[in-house]
């Protein structure tokens, strides 16, 4: 059966725990992978590419390896015989969530920070509570257990799989975030169910806010009115890129009832949208202008070219051969030499290849088109011998194809 959070009495039970994600996670999951895939094969594309990739996986799979090895050495491993209370609490919650496995959980302490996490090496699941935050839970069962309840949804919701796949998406700006938030709002819903109290429930999300000294005096229909002050574009757009909802919106998720009199209007995301457009649209703006100055440019290149040095528009339809091609290849090459034995002997250096050619025979000859090759109406082959001193043309030769036996080279010197 699916426990849903409003049903949550304020009893404990012995049923099993099966809550419904946050409505946006699985859309959000699953556009993350698409994209991460096209991403990935775009990286692997290439050896380089396929190099970075590696590197990347290979770093962080370490950075996983050091850190559980930190916790394995360092914190206190629940079991039996360790804290076996807090340790068959954490069993039984595993269990009405029919995990196949119980995670193994740690007791850290972390510095006085209010926190707790789950994580996976290999084919483990690790849970780390710290312990200033059990320790701020005090003797309240409930918001114990909605912290482990939570930890365990991650766990539960398969939020550890897959994440090397999609790390391409958890990058991008809004988008990775946005799948983030929307797990935490799954793993509230779990955290609510565990902990079987309504009042501890929201206890748990209020020490993260408070502490646990100040969070039972905390007001909560106050805490929740201040999402109000988030509703503006800059405060939504933080709230965007976040990896965690604003504990209000948490507490407002679980009890609705707590906002009532203190709806928030849609204003906040329509200015953070406008705020992004207004961020993005100078380069869109710049971005079409510089395109379409380069495409007028580039035609008006085109255009100012002589007839000579226009490519032809169909390569599979050669001109018809002139009534004598070997005068008008022997023509054309003189032409063509003329002009780079002149270069040669005026000192300056042969163009590197035929587009310095063609240009060459523009700033030469501008009124004049350059000679082609009679056989397939191209430019002529060109080729500049390492030394710089000398050269080749080339023409296809009777057959009108390049790269043939009956091709035709001329040396020059």
């Known amino acids: 059966m699916t426990t849903s959070v409003a049903a949550v009495g304020s009893t404990r039970s012995h049923e099993p725990i099966r809550v419904e994600s946050w409505p946006s996670e699985y859309p ?7 994209f991460s895939i096209l991403a990935w094969v775009a990286l692997a594309a290439s050896i380089i590419g396929l190099i970075y990739v590696l590197m990347f996986v290979v770093f962080f799979a370490v950075m996983n390896m050091v850190f559980i090895a930190h916790v394995r050495g360092s914190a206190v491993r629940l079991g039996p015989d360790q804290f076996p209370e807090l340790y068959a609490r954490v069993e039984e919650l595993a269990r009405r969530m029919e995990m196949n496995r119980v995670p193994e959980a740690y007791l850290m302490q972390a510095g006085g920070s209010l926190n707790a996490f789950a994580a996976k090496f290999l084919r483990r699941h690790v849970l780390v ?5 059990l320790e701020a839970c005090g003797d309240n069962e409930g918001a114990r257990d909605m912290i482990i309840g939570h930890e365990l949804g991650h766990i539960r919701s398969g939020h550890l799989k897959w994440r090397y796949l999609i790390m391409p998406a958890s990058i991008v700006p809004f988008l990775g975030s946005a ?27 209020t020490i993260l806010a408070a502490g646990g000294k100040h969070a039972p005096h905390v007001n909560r229909a106050a805490l929740v009115r201040q999402r109000q002050d988030l509703n503006t574009g800059l405060m939504t757009l933080g709230t965007w890129m976040s990896t965690h909802p604003p504990l209000a919106k948490r507490l407002h998720a679980l009890d609705p009832s707590l906002g009532e ?40 290149f085109f255009e100012s070219l002589p ?24 023509d054309a090459v003189g032409r063509i030499s003329a002009m780079l034995n002149a270069e040669l002997a005026a000192g300056r250096e042969l163009p590197v290849d035929l587009s310095g050619l063609i240009q060459l025979w523009m700033q030469r000859y501008p009124d004049t088109d350059m000679p082609r090759d009679p056989y397939d109406g191209e430019f002529l082959g060109y080729a500049r011998l390492q030394s710089g001193t000398g050269y080749s043309l080339f023409s296809s030769g009777p057959d009108r194809i390049f790269d043939t036996d009956d091709d035709l080279e001329f040396r020059f010197p």
């Open 307 to 330: 007839a000579a040095t226009q490519p032809i528009s169909d390569v599979d339809e050669l001109p018809p051969l002139p009534d004598n091609p070997e005068q008008v290849l022997e």
């Open 179 to 205: 799948l983030s938030r929307a797990r935490e709002f799954t793993c509230d819903r779990f955290g609510y169910a565990c902990a079987g109290d309504h009042d501890g429930a929201l206890l748990g999300l």
């Open 129 to 133: 509570l710290f312990s200033d935050l």
């Open 28 to 34: 959000l999951f699953i556009f993350s992978v698409l």
């Open 261 to 300: 009199g203190s709806p928030v209007s849609s204003a906040g995301a329509l200015r953070a949208i406008g705020i992004i457009g207004l961020i993005f649209l100078p380069f869109i703006l710049a971005g079409v202008l510089v395109s379409t100055v380069f495409k007028d440019r580039l035609a008006a």
